[in-house]
């Protein structure tokens, strides 16, 4: 980033629970970096289950005080044995559900990540 002092970006992660990212490093920590740098306009979630988003953002907005950004998947889950994405209780017709409780968690920039839909999208707009 300091190479490209007008430079404006945002960061997402990947997590493994509300405090970690896949990689185990806790969000704190990247959190803490991150605020060195006044190009940094925004920090975010994606690829997140859909379960596991509003803890992940009240864990963030507790860290920050950017705007934050997410994109969770649908709801579908993901197994990496089958290769194959399967449907256990939550579906991403509901993603437009819980966009009161991600925007109270200081969600400014809403979306959608693996296995959402136009029609997801169009959710979102339509309760925002």
Not at 2 to 7: E, G, K, L, S, V
Not at 67 to 76: A, Q
Request: glycine content about 6%.
């Amino acid at each position: 980033m300091t190479a490209y002092p007008r430079a404006r970006a945002w960061f997402s992660f990947t997590l493994r629970d509300s405090e970690h990212l896949s990689d185990g490093t806790p969000l704190r920590d990247v959190v803490a970096l991150l605020a060195d740098y006044p190009q940094v306009v925004a920090l975010g979630i994606n690829c997140i289950a859909l379960e596991n988003t509003t803890a992940a953002l009240q864990h963030l907005h507790s860290l920050t005080a950017l705007p934050l950004v997410v994109y969770p998947n649908s709801g579908e889950q993901y197994d990496a044995v089958s290769k194959t994405w399967h449907h256990h209780g939550e579906h991403c017709s509901h993603l437009a559900d819980y966009l009161p409780q991600w925007q109270a968690a200081g969600a400014r920039l809403i979306g959608g990540c693996c296995r959402t839909t136009p029609k997801d999208i169009a959710a979102l707009k339509a309760r925002s």
